[in-house]
């Protein structure tokens, strides 16, 4: 499904021209669902820390303010395209192209994923030389995608839907589809913790996310942040 | 062959109350429960037919202060409960005998209405030791708890105690106290947390069990929903000055003499399902959050151990850290960021140096 083209530069006849290969990665649905994801991340976090920990409080009559309201509209309302964005997201790994369905799942039982993981840590660590390149997510990606990504996505809808469950009330289609989830842990206190943990997971993970694409993009030679853009992956040393 | 039981009806009669008294007896514990006013006319119907059953009422680990919160319902009156209601057969604080004759008298239930009474248990059973923990009447309360439950046809679970564990259940439990539906498998179990619960609550609880002799609509945690389905939060008086955005931020503040929300002086309100805020304490004169401290959120499972009551994030500890999620997560965060920086140098100087070497090649 790659659709893969040369791109050389070598009709500029230049000296110092350098054969560059570029694939298709990542489809445009895909690329708008990330960005918009990315947006709702932002919003949730923020909005999500504020409702814990509420901005100074305000004098006056309550029917003049409605901050707490507002904040919440929107963290509830970031929260439905967050969710909604992901069912989508699943409904793109099922239609979309291989790369789309790499973060739903590890190779678990694959002995050369696991070497390519191994590797790509000692290159984390400065032990190894050279990057191997990749078309779509490297193996240590892949399975950080997977973990702290995809699991979390899950889990921060599902204690997210159950907390957003108890105001809409016992019987109503949140309650059907996310309160037994909620019920699990116990005092919906742990419940209110554990969504606040999982956004400092969601934090960490977004500021290794950001840094590795950056990083990779100047040093494994290969492009990470434009691919997200236009969907290309240019290889800058040709070929694979 | 039992001798034929009174019905609810007889003994309201021989009491002296006239039935005008008993029909508006009737609509208030409709209402009470919430039920529509056909309602009335079935509870009437019930109490006329049904013979009035039997209830042992038993203490293990507690403080009493659920019988101290039955004793003081107003809708209906207590009073009218013990003696028109059910016929309460036992329970060691508040009946006239004990001793032995006490005990006879859960001897004697249990052998006559096997199958046929309910269980109200207030407190809990300490596994530990045997159960050496706690001894009624000679015995470990959990095995008398065991064979008393065995033979009844339902079992209330009064409080926090009996329902999730409550204080002595708190970490570390060194009697290893249980909630009772870790001791009782096979029973229909009616929980009704809260330390106390509602007086209110506790009676309504008992009449819909001895009107329709089954079991209210319970929710996921085995509460009846007609008075744990919503939160403090939900109802509380003070909700529009959360959704404004006014707070109490610290004791005697303009805030706290306005009466806003105390959701940053740790009020558990958000977080606690019970009627506190709808049906209020002391026959509806006020609840925590009106008389202005933040809810405990005493209905909840394993409440004391959420680190301060005055805290808002509350405490968990993993991998034996203590912390909030902002504490824990807020150093994760400042410790990965830092791990980044400092990779992020040392992979510029290398490739700063790698370009060294290229360059130096070249040459």
Not at chain 1, 48 to 71: E, K, R, T
Not at chain 1, 112 to 133: D, N, T
Not at chain 1, 216 to 221: A, F, K, V
Not at chain 2, 352 to 362: F, I, V
Request: hydrophobic share 40%.
């Amino acid at each position: 499904m790659t659709s893969q083209a040369e791109t050389t530069a070598e009709g500029l006849g230049s000296a110092h021209t350098i054969p560059r290969r570029s694939v298709y990665v990542y489809e445009a649905p895909l690329r708008l669902w990330h960005w918009v994801n990315a947006a709702c991340i932002v919003v949730l976090a923020v909005t999500g820390y504020l409702i814990a920990s509420p901005p100074p409080s305000v004098m006056g009559q309550a029917s003049d303010h409605f901050i707490m309201g507002d904040i919440r509209f929107v963290h509830f309302a970031a929260a439905y395209i967050f969710g909604i964005g992901f069912l989508g997201r699943i409904y793109w790994a099922i239609v979309g192209n291989e790369h789309a369905r790499q973060i739903f799942y590890v190779p678990f039982w694959s002995r050369s994923y696991w070497g390519g993981v191994a590797h790509e840590i000692g290159w984390y660590l400065f032990l190894k030389k050279k990057p191997r390149v990749y078309v779509g997510h490297n193996p240590l990606a892949h399975l950080a995608m997977f973990f702290l990504y995809t699991v979390m996505a899950v889990f921060m809808i599902m204690t997210g839907g159950a907390m957003y469950a108890e105001g809409t009330g016992l019987g109503s289609w949140q309650d059907r589809v996310f309160g037994w989830f909620g019920a699990l842990f116990g005092n919906p206190q742990n419940l209110h913790t554990w969504h606040h943990m999982g956004m400092w997971v969601i934090v960490i993970f977004v500021i290794i996310h950001v840094y590795v694409a950056i990083r990779e993009d100047i040093m494994s030679r290969q492009s990470m942040v434009s691919t997200m853009i236009s969907g290309e992956r240019m290889f800058k040393d040709g070929g694979q | 062959m039992p001798e034929p039981q009174e019905t609810f009806y007889d003994v309201i009669r021989r009491q002296g109350i006239t039935r005008r008294s008993f029909m508006k007896f009737c609509s208030l514990t409709a209402a009470s429960m919430g039920l529509g006013p056909t309602f009335a006319a079935r509870i009437a119907h019930a109490m006329e037919t049904k013979p009035r059953i039997p209830v042992l009422w038993m203490h293990g680990l507690e403080c009493t202060c659920c019988s101290e919160s039955f004793i003081r319902s107003a809708h209906p009156l207590v009073k009218d409960v013990i003696l028109s209601m059910i016929s309460l057969d036992y329970d060691d604080t508040l009946m006239a005998a004990a001793g032995h004759q006490a005990e006879a008298c859960l001897e004697e239930t249990r052998r006559k209405y096997k199958g046929h009474y309910l269980l109200a248990v207030e407190g809990n059973p300490p596994l530990n030791e045997d159960g050496m923990y706690c001894i009624t009447a000679g015995k470990p309360f959990v095995n008398t708890l065991r064979e008393v439950a065995a033979d009844a046809q339902a079992v209330i679970a009064w409080g926090t105690c009996a329902s999730w564990g409550c204080v002595q259940a708190a970490r570390p439990n060194p009697t290893q106290a249980v909630p009772i539906d870790k001791v009782i498998f096979d029973k229909p179990i009616v929980k009704v947390p809260g330390c106390p619960p509602i007086a209110e609550v506790m009676t309504a609880v008992i009449t819909y069990l001895v009107t329709f002799g089954e079991l209210p609509a319970l929710d996921r945690q085995r509460r009846p929903k007609m008075f744990y389905s919503q939160r403090i939060h939900d109802k509380c008086y003070r909700r529009a000055h959360f959704d404004a955005g006014q707070f109490v931020e610290s004791w005697d503040d303009e805030a706290a003499r306005e009466g806003f929300c105390l959701y940053k002086m740790g009020c558990k309100g958000p977080t606690t399902y019970n009627a506190c805020s709808t049906v209020r304490w002391n026959n509806g004169v006020s609840y925590p959050i009106q008389s202005g401290h933040p809810c405990l959120g005493c209905a909840e499972d394993d409440f004391w151990d959420k680190g301060s009551f005055y805290d808002r994030l509350t405490t968990i500890q993993p991998l034996g850290i203590e912390g909030t999620a902002n504490e824990i997560g807020g150093y994760a965060a400042a410790g990965v960021g830092g791990a980044v920086v400092a990779h992020a140098a040392i992979s510029a100087i290398k490739r700063a140096r790698k370009s060294d070497d290229d360059d130096r090649k070249q040459d």
